[in-house]
């Protein structure tokens, strides 16, 4: 399969459970901005199984302790995915990223995620 998240390099990966891996973003949007990714290839969120949706919940948990536990000026989170290619999703794998947020790493931060689309 020609699928970039199914054939990840094994360096990059910063943490890993029986369903999925963690890696830092190459492009990332802030520092410490990670993705999470499925072992299984499934092509959105809404391709995952119960079990799998729970496990990331709980991953995504562990990793914003890891995170503000290492970087005390983490004092928020942005929390996304894109599902589909009408939505912006560019690699058709399930990924979902985590990206901390610092007071001030913007101007005026109202609206988060609703500032996809002005």
């Not at 369903?19 to 410490?32: A, C, H, K, M, Q």
């Not at 949706?53 to 562990?62: F, R, V, Y």
Request: charged content about 25%; overall charge negative; some cysteine.
């Amino acid at each position: 399969m020609n699928c970039i998240f199914c054939n990840i390099e094994e360096p990059r990966i910063i943490d890993q459970d029986a369903l999925f891996f963690v890696i830092r973003d190459g492009f990332p949007v802030t520092e410490g901005h990670s993705l999470f990714i499925p072992h299984r290839h499934a092509p959105t969120w809404f391709d995952l199984t119960t079990e799998e949706q729970t496990a990331l919940s709980a991953l995504l948990n562990k990793h914003k302790k890891l995170l503000q536990d290492a970087d005390s000026t983490i004092t928020g989170f942005n929390i996304g995915m894109n599902c589909g290619e009408d939505a912006g999703q560019t690699v058709m794998h399930c990924h979902v990223h985590l990206i901390p947020r610092r007071k001030g790493d913007m101007e005026d931060p109202k609206g988060g995620v609703r500032g996809v689309i002005p």
